[in-house]
């Protein structure tokens, strides 16, 4: 399980932030992860949970995460489309040339106080 090491990266950069504004205390922190960033969305909120209640300026800090669609875009029709339910072939054209344009994220949104 990643998302412990995950959840002390997000901590670490949220009382980095928090400390630079002069926070006492942060109230909510809004994460996006993306469809297919391999991260359990259940797995990183219940870490969240018991990591941040183990900083002061985190107790009952609520992590919200928004779940970014993965799309794909094809480089010879030009199309984009659900990553998860096609893949990498183009449900389109059939290509193969496609990439990952979104749905890889791991990003801090929000800092609420």
């Known amino acids: 399980m990643h998302e412990l090491g995950i959840v002390f990266y997000i901590i670490r950069d949220v009382k980095e932030a928090a400390q630079q504004n002069g926070v006492e205390h942060v109230n909510a922190v809004v994460m996006n992860i993306g469809e297919v960033s391999t991260i359990v969305p259940e797995y990183l909120t219940d870490c969240w ?3 941040a209640d183990k900083e ?3 107790k009952g800090c609520e992590l919200k995460v928004n779940i970014i669609p993965a799309v794909t875009t ?3 029709c030009g199309k984009e489309y659900e990553t998860v ?8 054209c059939n290509s193969g040339n496609t990439w990952l ?6 990003e801090i949104k929000e800092i609420e106080v």
């Open 101 to 106: 344009i979104q749905g890889n994220e791991v």
């Open 74 to 76: 094809c480089g010879d």
């Open 85 to 92: 339910k096609y893949g990498k072939t183009c449900p389109y």
């Open 49 to 51: 949970r018991w990591a």
């Open 56 to 58: 002061e300026m985190l």
